[in-house]
């Protein structure tokens, strides 16, 4: 861990306004962007669990109008290439976009701290061999290695949400092993090893409160590359199958549309942007000062 | 070039060379995991079990895991990475058809993206706290939030479908004159350079800003030097190793991006190949494409690191 330079590059956007993280009185009034971004990312929840219900008509429903409509009339956001509603389309691939992405962020950030808190707790050969095999894993850029693993198991949503949470679970580890480290020095948690508190109570009780924060931010950064890695990979063809359609895979099978300028292409792709940007901009506003590399 | 400079060069490399043996064997171990073998993907359901057999034998999987990455390692070595199981070429000719394409794409990107990205970066660096810093700031910060095919997409709509400039998907094989060729590479490229100049741009800037902190700099303001000349004259010469780094970490992207573009463009170089390998589940293709790519990522990282290691002047003169 001592490189001279992280072989990991910061993908992560810097915080923009720098100047309100350091206020504390201005950390009780949120930043207008923040206030934005959450209420983006809270529209995006609300369409992921309610939206199939809420919807009137059937997505899967052709009806008559034309292939690539443009935006307005029956149709908000046109149609797609069967002349299926754009709007329903993009509401229902909020789960697989929104809730396949959350599942494998999760499981990434669990995986990653609880490996990095019993690094830093045990020490020794353990933290040695856990952090060179992570290391190993990072020198795979992301995407290549979820084409591996599709190539070799397929396309299943459980091995998606697997292949993303094995992608970032060494960031998440790398970050929460030298938060912990750091705790782990302190008197208080030395205090509790000497009273007899076994790895597990130290880790779970001295250490783990004590980096709630700063890997809560880093949980909304994971999140974001995994929806990129995982749009990509649909757009690619070897993410979300069809007939089920993430964001990606709708510009994907869209792309029939991109010589007429239809907005089928240009929707969804612009809903993951606004869902990226959310979250970045929401982690600025609450106060993600903790902010590293990947 | 004293000894412990060298020393911290060689580890480096030797960590490097390390780090690819292991990321071979992560990549030829999960094709040891799969359900089934080759064999029975290659023949279906119905195959019989001596033909099975006969399969098996000619394609060495009757060998243990240990032996069979032996034979594959050393066949990648030798540069001969096997046969692709779907259309049963060779996979080193099929990517060394690819590979010029892939590689004069890089290389168009690197040339322009390399001076236009340091040129923003020490811009706004110089100007810091401007309007012209905050717009290529926000603008840099977006472009790398954002999916790769949306800056695709939107760059092919706006100068393919409105302005009519530029053809939407590139045709490498039948460019008879510069301004084809021209026409055929400006939309890859310019979607590769977006990606790969807000990245450069954000590290460059962030280098020389991390110079501007240093004490000696306070001194040249307080001598009343101007702004631009305290950034030029000072600075730079000190952030030359981590720009350097910066550039070389920036084009590890390219990696990255290059399989969106090169799909999106129907683009015939190697990400393209290895995207259809995993379509076809063409596991020999995927793998040495996998190798390729990942030892281009390793060379591209450990040259950043040895700018950094080479750019500090304390390890120059112990």
């Keep these: 861990m001592n490189k001279p330079s992280s072989p990991v590059p910061a993908v992560h956007a810097q915080p923009v306004a720098t100047a309100a993280d350091s206020r504390p009185e201005r950390r009780r009034r949120m930043s207008a962007a923040g206030v934005a971004g959450l209420a983006i990312i809270a529209l995006w929840m609300a369409a992921a669990v309610f939206g199939p219900w809420m919807l009137a008509k059937d997505s899967g429903d052709m009806g008559d109008a034309a292939v690539f409509a443009p935006m307005g009339g029956a149709h908000w956001l046109g149609t797609d290439y069967l002349g299926r509603d754009m709007f329903s389309r993009i509401v229902e691939g909020t789960r697989y976009t929104v809730g396949v992405a959350l599942v494998a962020t999760l499981c990434a950030s669990f995986a990653g701290i609880t490996l990095a808190l019993l690094a830093a707790v045990r020490g020794g050969m353990i933290d040695a061999l856990m952090s060179r095999s992570l290391d190993t894993l990072v020198s795979i850029p992301s995407k290549m290695f979820a084409l591996l693993m599709v190539a070799a198991f397929g396309p299943s949503v459980p091995m998606l949400v697997l292949i993303a949470a094995i992608v970032y679970a060494p960031g998440a580890y790398r970050i929460a092993r030298a938060l912990a480290v750091n705790i782990g020095a302190m008197d208080y948690v030395t205090v509790a090893r000497t009273r007899g508190e076994g790895t597990w109570y130290v880790m779970r009780r001295e250490i783990l409160p004590n980096i709630a924060g700063p890997m809560l931010s880093d949980l909304g950064l994971r999140f974001v590359y995994v929806v990129l890695l995982l749009a990509g990979m649909s757009f690619l063809g070897v993410g979300i199958q069809p007939p089920d359609a993430d964001w990606g895979s709708l510009v994907r099978e869209n792309i029939g549309g991109l010589s007429e300028a239809a907005p089928a292409i240009i929707a969804p792709a612009l809903a993951i942007a606004s869902l990226t940007i959310a979250v970045n901009l929401a982690i600025d506003a609450l106060g993600g000062s903790h902010r590293r590399s990947e | ?318």
């Excluded at chain 2, 040891?32 to 029975?40: E, F, K, R, Y």
């Excluded at chain 2, 793998?287 to 790519?293: H, V």
Aim: aromatic share 6%; glycine share 8%; hydrophobic share 55%.
């Design chain 2, 1 to 318: 070039m004293n000894l412990l400079l060298a020393r911290l060069i060689a580890q480096r490399v030797g960590t490097a060379l390390l780090s690819l043996l292991a990321v071979s064997v992560i990549v030829f171990a999960i094709t040891v995991l799969l359900p089934g073998d080759a064999a029975q993907q290659q023949l279906g359901q119905e195959a019989t079990p001596e033909t099975l057999a006969a399969l098996r034998l000619e394609m060495g999987l009757t060998q243990s895991g240990p032996e069979r990455y032996g034979h594959w390692l050393l066949g990648m070595l030798k540069g001969a990475p096997g046969q692709s199981l779907v259309s049963g070429q060779g996979v080193a000719e099929m990517i060394g058809e690819r590979l010029p394409n892939s590689l004069l794409l890089a290389l168009i990107t690197a040339a322009i993206s390399v001076p236009l990205a340091l040129g923003l970066g020490i811009a706004s660096a110089v100007w810091r706290g401007s309007w012209f810093d905050r717009g290529v700031t926000v603008g840099a910060v977006a472009v790398v939030s954002v999916p790769e095919f949306l800056v695709a997409t939107l760059a092919v709509l706006i100068f393919a479908v409105k302005l009519k400039w530029l053809p939407a998907l590139s045709y490498v094989n039948d460019i008879e004159s510069v301004a084809q060729l021209l026409k055929a590479y400006a939309l890859p490229v310019l979607c590769l350079c977006c990606v790969i100049v807000a990245q450069m741009m954000r590290m460059t800037r962030a280098a020389v800003i991390d110079q501007l902190r240093a004490p000696y700099i306070e001194m040249v303001l307080l001598k009343g030097a101007k702004r631009s000349r305290m950034v030029l004259a000072h600075a730079l010469p000190n952030a030359v190793g981590p720009i350097a780094n910066a550039v070389a970490l920036s084009l590890s992207y390219l990696l990255g991006g290059v399989i969106i573009v090169e799909t999106i463009f129907n683009y015939p170089g190697v990400a393209k190949l290895m995207i259809e390998g995993v379509t076809q589940r063409d596991m020999p293709l995927v793998q040495a494409c996998a190798m390729l790519f990942c030892a281009a990522y390793l060379m591209l990282v450990t040259a950043a690191d040895i700018f950094g290691i080479l750019s500090n002047p304390r390890l120059r003169h112990p």
